[in-house]
Nanobody, 114 residues
Framework: QVQLVESGGGLVQAGGSLRLSCVVS????????MGWYRQAPGKQREPVAI???????NYATSVQGRFTISTDNAKNTVNLQMNSLKPEDTAVYYC????????WGQGTQVTVSS
């Protein structure tokens, strides 16, 4: 059973940057796509960035050009570099397989003030 632990969230002003990290209990990047997802208050959880060893990266339109997803195989981590943050990026961010498994980590809160 894969375990996922997200970190790196916080409070930042609009235009600022944050780097999220997700430690994965086993190295599954070579055989599975991974994704970062977010859930804003009152909204459904949505994928924002996906990475696959065979298909590369894919981003939601709302974060294209501002967010970058990457993996560090040596550390078993999936990272999300978030630049030019906007208030509408405020959400709890999660990592998971893509498509997602039923098991989610605790997420990490990102709050962007205007």
């Amino acid at each position: 059973q894969v375990q996922l632990v997200e970190s790196g969230g916080g409070l930042v002003q609009a235009g600022g940057s944050l780097r999220l990290s997700c430690v994965v209990s086993t190295n599954i990047f070579s055989t599975n796509a991974m994704g970062w997802y977010r859930q804003a208050p009152g909204k459904q959880r949505e994928p924002v960035a996906i990475i696959s060893s065979t298909r590369g990266t894919n981003y939601a339109t709302s974060v294209q050009g501002r967010f970058t997803i990457s993996t560090d195989n040596a550390k078993n981590t999936v990272n999300l570099q978030m630049n030019s943050l906007k208030p509408e990026d405020t959400a709890v961010y999660y990592c998971n397989l893509y498509p997602p498994s039923r098991l989610w980590g605790q997420g990490t809160q990102v709050t962007v003030s205007s």
